[in-house]
């Protein structure tokens, strides 16, 4: 489905690009395989491998094409929702 007006590629893109959701990639992946700050360190992920977990998870190859497909921008607005929850706990020391 086309959906003219729709920003949703910049937002992921900016998304990607910044350094707290890369941290947040860390974090993420260190609670779900079960490995400590030494084991992956923060600083491992990068724009690049936040671009490819925002592909992969959105289901395209592009993120443009989240504009064009309203289920991966609903995946994108889940991602942002949980990153969002991630800053908040991370607001409050937990």
């Known amino acids: 489905m086309k959906?003219?007006?729709s920003s949703q590629a910049q937002r992921a893109a900016m998304l990607g690009a910044n350094p707290r959701f890369q941290l947040?990639?860390?974090a993420r992946k260190?609670?779900?395989?079960?490995?400590?700050?030494?084991?992956?360190?923060?600083g491992t992920h990068n724009a690049e491998d936040a671009a490819d977990f925002i592909r992969q998870a959105?289901?395209?190859e592009s993120r443009a094409d989240i504009d064009r497909d309203i289920h991966a921008e609903?995946?994108?607005r889940r991602i942002v929702a949980d990153y969002s929850a991630w800053e908040r706990r991370q607001a409050r020391g937990q």
Request: net charge neutral; hydrophobic share 30%.
């Open 24 to 26: 947040y990639l860390d």
């Open 3 to 5: 959906r003219h007006g």
């Open 74 to 76: 609903s995946i994108l």
């Open 58 to 60: 959105c289901g395209v």
């Open 30 to 42: 260190r609670h779900r395989h079960g490995l400590t700050l030494e084991q992956l360190p923060d």
